[in-house]
């Protein structure tokens, strides 16, 4: 079953696997995550917000985002950022974009309508009585949602928000549809390449279940630590 | 900005001379649908075995499922397709491997894509069905032996027909999941909706118009099925025990 079974192919390609591959899932995932996670919040202000055009707005985008699938999302972002590239930059040809930007992006708006959820659900959690609170203290706005009610709903939500942001590591493989060099598109290549489908594929299976694992380990354990007792 | 929209062009002829292009998307929401329902079945089977089995007496069962939540929750999608497409026809035996190999074009695809999203939805499902279990008071189960109910008659009659009532809203968004990471078949060479809207963009150079009827098309399938579904919710809703949140859970 295994006869044949090449592991020199893993340990050559190690380096480029690594250093190209694993490093742009690791910055994609993060410039997404934290791009998500500012804009999702704003979002769901936006969603909570007591007027009906802008809640109905954000609302929207969310839910456009969260019915089509994110493969959708790459190939729509994929061709349509060189016309608004063109369009912000006031010139007649479409503007060369490349796939990295494009998939940073991507990720980053399609992840804020998913980040947006958990902020809401964060936000909807404190109890109402936190912000007649806050403007008892003659708080505004902004002040009694910076300080009172976002900190406690991000504690809330850590533990979702860091979930998010494991599916989020895994999907970011998806961007080998336009034929990225992300961690799964290096190995693709490699696999192609010298005829190791088997053992590259394999090998890929493994590294991105051993990162995912242990992230939700740490959640778990994390999930247990910051839990505040009502 | 210069693109030039040419509505019309859905009436054209598709190169492969199948019909018009709006036929071929249709021929892909079709194929869509064909993998997400079928995935949908072993996703539901599986899933609410596993499930079940992870809150029974035996610690090795619970293990041995927990075991398989945590592998094929934690490999990427599109790296378990390749799997089950590349690298599983190699694993098996050379006879049955090749017998794999050799399937005729849709179907050498179509089945490989189906066990995979069906097997990769079944870890969510079990998790629904788990926590929906969980969920629900303990007196329930204590009721059902203090009938006189073995352990299965227990789970037949009494919980999980309220833990199916309980979870059907995130049953609901998970069968949408399904539908949408049916998508990521196109890299297996499927074409359902997603592929045959990138195919479309090839022939016709026309993006935005192929990609406007994909979306319009995923959007009103999505539609339908929430409207069904919150039908079936209230038809089958117990009093006092649905609209129980099950909380905000990550997804994609």
Redesign the interface.
């Known amino acids: 079953?295994?006869s044949g079974f090449d592991l020199d192919v893993i340990q050559r390609s190690l380096p480029y696997l690594f250093r190209e591959g694993m490093i742009f899932t690791l910055t994609l995932t993060a410039i997404a995550m934290s791009g998500g996670i500012v804009f999702g919040t704003l979002l769901a202000l936006l969603r909570l917000s007591s007027r009906a055009w802008l809640s109905s707005i954000a609302g929207g985008y969310v839910n456009?985002m969260r019915?089509?699938?994110?493969?959708?999302v790459i190939?729509?972002f994929y061709?349509?950022m060189p016309?608004v590239g063109?369009?912000i930059l006031q010139q007649?040809q479409p503007v060369r974009i490349g796939a990295f930007l494009s998939a940073a992006i991507t990720f980053t708006l399609f992840e804020t309508a998913?980040y947006c959820?958990?902020m809401r659900?964060?936000i909807q959690s404190i109890p109402h009585g936190q912000v007649a609170a806050g403007q008892a203290l003659g708080l505004g706005y902004l002040r009694t949602m910076g300080y009172i009610v976002l900190p406690q709903a991000f504690r809330n939500?850590v533990p979702?928000?860091l979930?998010?942001t494991?599916?989020?590591f895994?999907?970011t493989?998806?961007v080998?549809?336009i034929s990225s060099t992300d961690f799964?598109g290096a190995a693709?290549k490699v696999a192609n390449r010298d005829g190791r489908?088997?053992e590259m594929?394999?090998f890929?299976?493994a590294v991105?279940?051993v990162v995912?694992?242990a992230a939700?380990f740490y959640v778990r354990r994390l999930q247990t630590r910051i839990a505040v007792i009502r | 900005m210069n693109y030039n929209w040419n509505w019309k062009i859905f009436f054209d002829p598709e190169p492969g001379g199948s019909g018009t292009y709006i036929q071929y998307l249709f021929v892909g929401l079709a194929w869509t649908l064909a993998v997400a329902l079928c995935a949908w079945v072993i996703a539901l089977a599986v899933g609410a075995t596993v499930g079940t089995l992870r809150t029974g007496p035996s610690r090795w069962v619970e293990r041995a499922c927990a075991a398989y939540v945590e592998l094929f929750r934690n490999v990427p999608l599109l790296v378990q397709m390749f799997l089950w497409y590349f690298v599983l026809p190699e694993l098996l035996p050379t006879a049955i491997g090749d017998w794999i190999k050799q399937m005729p074009p849709p179907w050498g695809s179509y089945v490989p894509a189906v066990l995979c999203l069906g097997i990769y939805m079944s870890v969510r499902i079990a998790e629904q069905v788990r926590a929906g279990i969980q969920s629900l008071p303990r007196g329930q189960g204590m009721a059902g032996t203090a009938l006189g109910l073995t352990l299965p008659q227990t789970y037949r009659y009494v919980i999980l027909p309220m833990t199916f009532r309980i979870i059907l809203p995130p049953l609901t968004s998970e069968f949408m999941n399904t539908m949408k990471n049916s998508a990521v078949a196109l890299t297996i060479g499927l074409l359902e909706l997603t592929g045959r809207a990138k195919a479309m963009q090839e022939f016709s150079f026309h993006v935005f118009e192929a990609f406007l009827a994909a979306t319009v098309i995923y959007l009103l399938v999505n539609l339908a099925v929430v409207l069904a579904m919150r039908a079936l919710e209230r038809q089958v809703r117990v009093p006092g025990f649905i609209g129980v949140s099950t909380g905000v859970q990550a997804g994609h």
Not at chain 1, 67 to 72: A, G, I, K, Q
């Open positions: 079953m295994f456009l019915s089509l699938p994110l493969v959708l190939f729509w061709f349509l016309y063109a369009w007649d998913y959820e958990i659900a964060g939500m979702v928000l979930t998010q494991v599916i989020l895994q999907d493989s998806l080998y549809v799964l693709a489908l088997v594929y394999l890929a299976a991105y279940f995912s694992f939700s």
